[in-house]
């Protein structure tokens, strides 16, 4: 029994007779993406906000072989026939989920890596909640009535905005004093060591951790560097800083490189072998990266708060492969790793299962 199909006819036809052009926006881990592609032997398309950024340059093994720049990455789908023309893949970023939007994302009529359909469910927190709840892993507590707060919240809006406006209270009384004026929801603010676990579930792959029909691998993991909580316990308590006007942001500015505890690889696995598993149901899967965002505890409970459904710029620290990803293939990055899934793809004559 093989994957579902994913892309119709007519997403695939530009693709009859060529190989794919690997495309994204010159923004979050297109370094990787290009330059995972050009090893595989791609050409590679990036999609630019007006003149095509001069770092480049800088990365000659990982700058794309054209560029389209547009206006604004929101007008994308004005484009789409160049695009065509050109046999891209498009390959999602957190710059597709916050410039782009799943609206606009899921009709634009050029072959998409993955399944299109699980942006929709990252990006309304609502529609995440019932996932992952469904899936039974273990999650913070949500907040639908104020009231109800007897502990730390964090207040989180919707969307990929790199942590921009993230709220943390104490209790109800603190949450009261802030001005919230966007979709958003609450959560119990879990105490622990924060941990993004990146994975890639392959529905062509028929060995390794199998689930479904396909299976999971462990490629990296990685912590926030975010601006300015990470330093504001240097200054004082939280409310002399809000006396003083300053206010916590969790605004990420960069990325470090973990290893969790071997010991706790197997709950790690289970905890991604549900979630794809839910997916499947829900909406026919996803294909490719995916993080995995949580807390574990003193008591090594790990607390699931969040999903990212495709690449995120944590892996951007393993370009050259992490102490998991090694033990696949050497050297082995997402961004490679997309390329290596799309080669095995065409090769099978398979790319509607790993196409949307």
Same mark, same amino acid.
């Given at each position: 029994?093989?994957?579902?199909?994913? %892309?119709? =006819?007519?997403?695939?036809?530009?693709?009859?007779?060529?190989? !794919?052009?690997?495309?994204?926006?010159?923004?979050?881990?297109?370094?990787?993406?290009?330059?995972?592609?050009?090893?595989?032997?791609?050409?590679?398309?990036? +999609?630019?906000?007006?003149?095509?950024?001069?770092?480049? =340059?800088?990365?000659?093994?990982? #700058?794309?072989?054209?560029?389209?720049?547009?206006?604004?990455?929101?007008?994308?789908?004005?484009?789409?026939?160049?695009?065509?023309?050109?046999? %891209?893949?498009?390959?999602?970023?957190?710059?597709?989920?916050?410039?782009?939007? &799943?609206?606009?994302?899921? #009709?634009?009529?050029?072959?998409?890596?993955?399944?299109?359909?699980?942006?929709?469910?990252?990006?309304?927190?609502?529609?995440?909640?019932?996932?992952?709840?469904? %899936?039974?892993?273990?999650?913070?507590?949500?907040?639908?009535?104020?009231?109800?707060?007897?502990? !730390?919240?964090?207040?989180?809006?919707?969307?990929? #905005?790199?942590?921009?406006?993230?709220?943390?209270?104490?209790?109800?009384?603190?949450?009261?004093?802030?001005?919230? =004026?966007?979709?958003?929801?609450?959560?119990?603010?879990?105490?622990?060591?924060?941990?993004?676990?990146?994975?890639?579930?392959?529905?062509?792959?028929?060995?390794?951790?199998? @689930?479904?029909?396909?299976?999971?691998?462990?490629?990296?993991?990685?912590?926030? =560097?975010?601006?300015?909580?990470?330093?504001?316990?240097?200054?004082?308590?939280?409310?002399?800083?809000?006396?003083?006007?300053?206010? !916590?942001?969790?605004?990420?500015?960069?990325?470090?490189?973990?290893?969790?505890?071997?010991?706790?690889?197997?709950?790690?696995?289970? +905890?991604?072998?549900?979630?794809?598993?839910?997916?499947?149901?829900?909406?026919?899967?996803?294909?490719? &990266?995916?993080?995995?965002?949580?807390?574990?505890?003193?008591?090594?409970?790990?607390?699931?708060?969040?999903?990212?459904?495709?690449? @995120?710029?944590?892996?951007?620290?393993?370009?050259?492969?992490? &102490?998991?990803?090694?033990?696949?293939?050497?050297?082995?990055?997402?961004?490679?790793?997309?390329?290596?899934?799309?080669?095995?793809?065409?090769?099978?004559?398979?790319?509607?299962?790993?196409?949307?």
């Amino acid at each position: 029994m093989g994957a579902p199909r994913l %892309a119709s =006819d007519k997403v695939l036809e530009p693709l009859k007779g060529r190989d !794919p052009t690997i495309a994204t926006i010159c923004s979050h881990s297109s370094l990787q993406i290009f330059h995972g592609a050009r090893l595989e032997g791609f050409r590679t398309l990036g +999609i630019a906000r007006g003149r095509p950024p001069r770092f480049y =340059d800088a990365f000659p093994l990982a #700058k794309p072989d054209l560029f389209l720049a547009l206006p604004k990455v929101a007008e994308i789908g004005e484009h789409a026939e160049r695009l065509r023309k050109e046999g %891209a893949v498009l390959v999602p970023t957190g710059s597709f989920v916050e410039y782009v939007g &799943p609206e606009r994302f899921s #009709k634009l009529p050029v072959p998409v890596f993955g399944n299109r359909k699980v942006m929709e469910w990252e990006s309304d927190r609502e529609k995440e909640r019932l996932w992952l709840e469904g %899936a039974g892993v273990r999650m913070p507590r949500k907040f639908t009535d104020p009231s109800e707060i007897d502990g !730390p919240v964090i207040v989180k809006y919707y969307g990929a #905005k790199g942590g921009r406006g993230f709220i943390l209270a104490k209790n109800r009384r603190e949450l009261e004093s802030h001005k919230i =004026d966007e979709p958003h929801v609450i959560q119990e603010y879990v105490i622990g060591t924060r941990y993004y676990i990146h994975f890639f579930y392959s529905p062509l792959n028929d060995r390794g951790y199998r @689930v479904g029909d396909g299976s999971l691998e462990l490629l990296g993991m990685d912590r926030r =560097d975010e601006a300015n909580i990470d330093e504001l316990y240097k200054l004082g308590s939280q409310e002399e800083l809000l006396r003083a006007g300053i206010h !916590p942001t969790f605004v990420v500015t960069g990325n470090v490189p973990v290893v969790i505890r071997e010991s706790l690889l197997p709950e790690v696995f289970e +905890i991604g072998e549900k979630i794809v598993e839910r997916s499947i149901d829900l909406f026919g899967g996803m294909v490719g &990266p995916f993080c995995v965002e949580g807390i574990m505890t003193e008591k090594l409970e790990f607390y699931v708060f969040e999903i990212s459904t495709r690449i @995120v710029a944590g892996t951007n620290v393993y370009i050259n492969g992490s &102490p998991y990803s090694d033990m696949v293939a050497p050297g082995l990055s997402t961004g490679r790793r997309i390329a290596i899934e799309l080669k095995r793809a065409i090769s099978e004559g398979r790319l509607a299962e790993v196409l949307s």
